[in-house]
């Protein structure tokens, strides 16, 4: 029975894409089942985008986390664990049925385990919750029983090793315990491991005063609007807080998954990151954050906002890989010449790894976007749009001089101005600095343009006319320099800051000098970067 169910797996085709888009079409039915078997505190369906990726994130890291869990159990059935999970997720119909009839009709409520210690305690023994009785809710306890024994069984029956299949049902449960519970884990580790009745309904003293202390719950919403009642801006203001703690969680998970399954791809992948880029847009956030620092002095961060802070960090992280994979797909000729290091000319990848990895990558930046605040989003698919018009076709605005520089710049200023915003708690646009702007687009068009220069062989074989090739050969390299020097020099002019004269002028000279330097190293021109950004925020806070 087992090797015709082996057998069958063996049969699906199944692609990381493929397989997101088949849970996600069960957690959808899911989410339809549970919002007639689990009402709202305010009785309306849970058809608001919080709500719906926050409960999205927690089922697929938890099947992420079950896919690893049996490749770790039953390692010979490796390559049919994600059809074997696809398809026995269909599973998790069973608590929301159950409920609706169990209730007639009427539902009962699931929600996150909270306790103190000791009721946590007892919660993970009993298999049940001690202190709120709709929470481990009938049908899910017959759901993740069933989940259980039946891994249980799967594994004996694979291995024919009774301890093995015993000692996987018990870290199966600790596992569904953590998940169920992680808000009450968290509230035990931050301090708050006293329970107490608030408006949100269960959760622990110390998740409402993270709510409450958090000086960016505004990001939850429209600026435009305002929240209905105190009651909906602590759901809202939940639903955010686990997306991102369950983001995170699917994140590590994924990417250990892909590390274990797909190693040499994995590796393929993460050595293509242009780490110097993202570690550049990752400092323009935290500029943007400064800038509105001191615009307002008084606002603090707490552990809730610095890991929304984390969050919108990593949704353009995942935006500028996307762009990479959309970039190496479009530039493989050139980069046969000019960039014989990446993967697609190494065939480590091919074109279809290429286009799986970009929309992972892009659904993974857009979820993290939205987790960031509404504002943060907005910028993460501004910046997304402009990488995207500036490396693919039709557009490829690449391939106009100067324009295509000044994309770039806008993509920096979009950083700039989701770390300010994100921390700013006005929202009006008015707000922000228009010197701020004019700088961040001017200084990183200049400087950008020197992006041109290791390309020079492959974009001369494309015809492609940027500028080094358009001033030829010794003019076009001392041009670009030139240009990218300058940018230093006008940074202190547009700041009015005097002092960063002192690291701007050996900035933009050793600029010029290693962009005229051959052979031409580019990581050089990284190495000057991010030693004026040290160097300038000495100058300014010492």
Known sequence: MLANLKSYLEKIQVT???????????LMVRFFLESLSSP?????????????????????????????????????????????????????????????????????????????????????????????????????Q????SLIIFSGLLIYFVNKNWKRAITSVLVLYVIIFILSSSPGIVSI???????????????????????????????????????????????IAFNFMMGRIIFLILVIFTTAWFYLNLKEKFKAMAGNFRLGRTAHFILMIFFGLFVAYMKFPSTTLNWNDWLAVIILCLAFYFSGTFAICVNDIVDEDVDRISNTDRPLVKNSLNKEDMKQAAVIFLTAS?????????????????????????????????????????????????????????????????????????????????????????????DKKAGIKTVPIIFGDVWGVRVVGFLAGLSYILIPVFLGINILFVAAIPCALATYYF????PYKEKFIFMIYFAFILVSALLIFI
């Open 16 to 26: 990381p894409i493929s397989w997101i888009i088949g849970i996600s079409g069960v």
């Open 40 to 140: 709202t505190s305010s009785g309306f369906f849970s058809s608001d985008a919080s709500t719906l990726i926050h409960y999205y994130l927690f089922l697929m890291a938890s099947a992420v986390v079950f896919m690893i869990f049996l490749q770790v159990f039953i390692p010979s059935w490796k390559s049919v664990i994600p059809q074997l999970v696809a398809i026995s997720f269909s599973a998790i119909f069973i608590a929301p049925v159950v409920d609706w009839l169990v209730s007639g009709g009427k539902g009962l409520r699931m929600l996150y385990l909270f306790d103190s210690p000791k009721g946590m305690l007892f919660s993970f023994l009993s298999f049940t919750n001690k202190s709120f009785n709709d929470s481990a809710t009938i049908g899910l």
């Open 142 to 145: 017959i759901e993740l029983a």
């Open 189 to 235: 580790i931050g301090g708050g491991s006293n329970p107490a009745q608030n408006y949100f309904g269960q959760p622990s003293f110390f998740i409402q005063k993270s709510i409450e202390n958090s000086a960016t719950i505004p990001n939850n919403i429209h600026s435009s609007l305002k929240y209905s009642s105190t009651v909906r801006m602590f759901e």
């Open 366 to 458: 857009f979820l993290a976007g939205f987790l960031a605040g509404y504002t943060a989003f907005f910028f993460v698919l501004a910046f997304t749009a402009l990488y995207y018009i500036y490396s693919a076709p039709p557009t490829r605005f690449k391939l106009i001089p100067f324009f295509s520089s000044f994309i770039i710049g806008l993509c920096s200023l979009t950083a700039v101005m989701a770390g300010f915003f994100f921390l700013s708690p006005d929202k009006h646009v008015s707000v922000f600095p228009p010197r701020v702007a004019l700088m961040v687009v001017v200084a990183l068009s200049l400087l950008t343009g020197i992006r041109d220069i290791k390309d020079i062989e492959g």
């Open 515 to 518: 962009a005229n330097k051959k």
